[in-house]
T-cell receptor, first 110, second 112 residues
């Protein structure tokens, strides 16, 4: 079974804080993705990576950065959290175009 | 802008009936198509994928693809209350781009 884990299920942060969300997969997948999911807006791609130290912007990269130092780990960084970044954050990993999701992190920014 | 459209629902069917979920996509070059199930408060779970025109069956699930009409559907036979969830359609445009474009999902309710 594919296993994708995320560091926290729920997180509460203050405006202006730097926030780290971590994702780890154990299937040696090349590709990893970060999405956010909001009611009425669906899943939106923030960043993705198809190799170690490689990253590409998705549809909504503003306010976010990512890091992939090891193949199994892909981190999403909110440089200065804002209230409009309150959302469900979903990490996925995969082979070619097939993606498997982690459990998600529900982030609340106050 | 590549788009994937789904009826948001809710789609309500009685237990034991066939549920039919539909999806259209705008990019004619799309090459692979995915269906995910998402229970309330949970993350999406891959149900099945289809690449070629026609039907693909997996247990109670059948995916149908018609590239000429840019249409993909998911049929769930003998629907169960445990099938009640939001179903997301996702499309990949092919090449070396592994991004998926997701629809906003259809909420399915199966009534006992």
């Amino acid at each position: 079974d594919v296993k994708v884990t995320q560091s926290s299920r729920y997180l509460v942060k203050r405006t202006g804080e730097k926030v780290f969300l971590e994702c780890v997969q154990d299937m040696d997948h090349e590709n990893m993705f970060w999405y956010r999911q909001d009611p009425g807006l669906g899943l939106r791609l923030i960043y993705f990576s198809y190799d170690v130290k490689m990253k590409e912007k998705g549809d909504i990269p503003e306010g976010y950065s990512v890091s992939r130092e090891k193949k199994e780990r892909f981190s999403l960084i909110l440089e200065s959290a804002s209230t409009n970044q309150t959302s469900m954050y979903l990490c996925a990993s995969g082979v070619q175009e097939t993606q498997y999701f982690g459990p998600g992190t529900r982030l609340l920014v106050l | 802008q590549k788009e994937v459209e789904q009826n948001s629902g809710p789609l309500s069917v009685p237990e034991g009936a066939i549920a039919s979920l539909n999806c259209t996509y705008s990019d004619r070059g799309s090459q692979s198509f995915f269906w995910y199930r998402q229970y309330s408060g949970k993350s999406p779970e891959l149900i099945m994928f289809i690449y070629s025109n026609g039907d693909k069956e997996d247990g109670r699930f059948t995916a149908q693809l018609n590239k000429a009409s840019q249409y993909v559907s998911l049929l769930i036979r003998d629907s169960q209350p445990s099938d009640s969830a939001t179903y997301l359609c996702a499309v990949n445009s092919g090449g070396s781009n592994y991004k998926l474009t997701f629809g906003k999902g259809t909420l399915l309710t199966v009534n006992p």
